[in-house]
């Protein structure tokens, strides 16, 4: 049963700025796909990971993969986007960017082009239909496609900017974290800058990233995915940390954030080195003895 505090939650208006369409998928949403397509002998387990439960993120590539055989038909994009737009507007979201990324389908006839133009047509329809939340669209570039996929997403993306009356807003750049290298994607997402459209990209969501974490962050994004190795603590360094703060960028936080400067920051630095500062005491004290 709802407590008074998840009434209160659920009642506040949010913002979510972070919803990847076949990984917003509800259990109940799951349910009808699978029952949709019982040759293909999926469980929900093999489709959601539990509260508290821990995967690695092969083991979360491994799920949108099922969930991709369960979503691979217009019919089917249609029913997840608009649950899954009305399930967050039921949450209170009232201003929600979904992304997602094209793809094609031979059995069932699926293009990239009817990909994007069947979650638009989700989207005009929950308007149609007044449910209370305004939603924008980011296409998707997965990395492990490599750079002639990232540029042909890119002009399919301007493409919708030009026509989408506004809904189509950016790209976004996700995909496995440890595939490829940002470089070779470079100039396609400094083509999407230049025609207008917004950047989210996925970035220091692995350790030792930070070449490419410098290099995406001068492009600059517009949102950062995840960020969770920016931080000197924890592999990164003070200049990527800078760049996140000085330009402002909302960041899909996974880890505790602080910019370099923060009196927090000196403290940990000061209690993580304190037997430094005790030991420099005991010096100070001795010449004093010394001298004196
Ligand atoms: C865990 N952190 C993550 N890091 C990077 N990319 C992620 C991700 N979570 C999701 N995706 C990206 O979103 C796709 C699923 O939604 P769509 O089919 O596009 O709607 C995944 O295949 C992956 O490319």
């Given at each position: 049963?709802?407590?008074?505090?998840?009434?209160?939650?659920?009642?506040?208006?949010?913002?979510?700025?972070?919803?990847?369409?076949?990984g917003?998928?509800?259990?109940?949403?799951?349910e009808t796909?699978?029952?949709?397509?019982?040759?293909?002998?999926?469980?929900?387990s093999m489709?959601?990971?539990?509260?508290?439960?821990?995967?690695?993120?092969?083991?979360?590539?491994?799920?949108?993969?099922?969930?991709?055989?369960?979503v691979?038909?217009?019919?089917?994009?249609?029913m997840?986007?608009?649950?899954?737009?009305q399930?967050f507007?039921?949450?209170?979201?009232?201003?929600?960017?979904?992304?997602?990324?094209?793809?094609?389908?031979?059995?069932?006839?699926?293009?990239?082009?009817?990909?994007?133009?069947?979650?638009?047509?989700?989207?005009?329809?929950?308007k149609?239909?007044?449910?209370?939340?305004?939603?924008?669209?980011?296409?998707?570039?997965?990395?492990?496609?490599g750079?002639?996929?990232?540029?042909?997403t890119v002009?399919?993306?301007?493409?919708?900017?030009l026509?989408?009356?506004?809904?189509?807003?950016?790209l976004?750049?996700?995909?496995d974290?440890?595939?490829?290298h940002?470089?070779?994607?470079?100039?396609?997402?400094?083509?999407?800058?230049?025609?207008?459209?917004?950047?989210?990209?996925h970035?220091?969501?692995?350790?030792?990233?930070?070449d490419?974490?410098?290099?995406?962050?001068?492009?600059?994004?517009?949102?950062?995915?995840?960020?969770?190795?920016?931080?000197?603590?924890?592999?990164?360094?003070?200049?990527?940390?800078?760049?996140?703060?000085?330009?402002?960028?909302?960041i899909?936080k996974?880890?505790?954030?602080?910019?370099?400067?923060?009196?927090?920051?000196?403290?940990?630095y000061?209690?993580?080195?304190?037997?430094?500062?005790?030991?420099?005491?005991l010096?100070?004290?001795?010449?004093?003895?010394?001298?004196?």
């Open positions: 049963m709802d407590t008074e505090a998840d009434l209160f939650y659920r009642q506040l208006p949010k913002v979510e700025l972070h919803a990847h369409l076949n917003s998928v509800s259990f109940e949403t799951m796909l699978i029952k949709r397509k019982p040759h293909l002998n999926i469980e929900h489709t959601a990971i539990r509260r508290g439960q821990r995967r690695s993120l092969d083991e979360c590539f491994q799920v949108f993969k099922v969930i991709h055989q369960l691979d038909s217009e019919e089917d994009i249609l997840v986007a608009k649950a899954v737009i399930e507007a039921a949450d209170g979201v009232k201003y929600l960017e979904l992304r997602s990324t094209p793809r094609e389908v031979t059995e069932t006839g699926l293009t990239k082009q009817r990909y994007i133009e069947t979650v638009l047509e989700a989207i005009r329809q929950c149609q239909e007044e449910v209370d939340i305004d939603v924008r669209f980011l296409v998707a570039v997965d990395r492990r496609h750079p002639v996929v990232a540029m042909e002009k399919l993306a301007e493409d919708f900017l026509s989408s009356d506004g809904v189509v807003v950016g976004d750049l996700s995909g974290p440890t595939v490829g940002g470089k070779d994607l470079l100039s396609a997402l400094e083509k999407s800058k230049n025609c207008g459209l917004k950047l989210a990209l970035l220091s969501e692995v350790p030792s990233r930070r490419e974490s410098e290099l995406l962050l001068n492009l600059p994004p517009d949102r950062i995915g995840h960020g969770t190795f920016l931080h000197p603590e924890v592999g990164g360094s003070d200049s990527l940390v800078d760049k996140v703060c000085k330009q402002n960028i909302p899909g996974s880890f505790p954030f602080h910019p370099p400067n923060s009196k927090i920051t000196y403290l940990k000061f209690f993580k080195h304190l037997n430094i500062f005790f030991y420099i005491l010096t100070i004290l001795f010449l004093i003895s010394v001298l004196s």
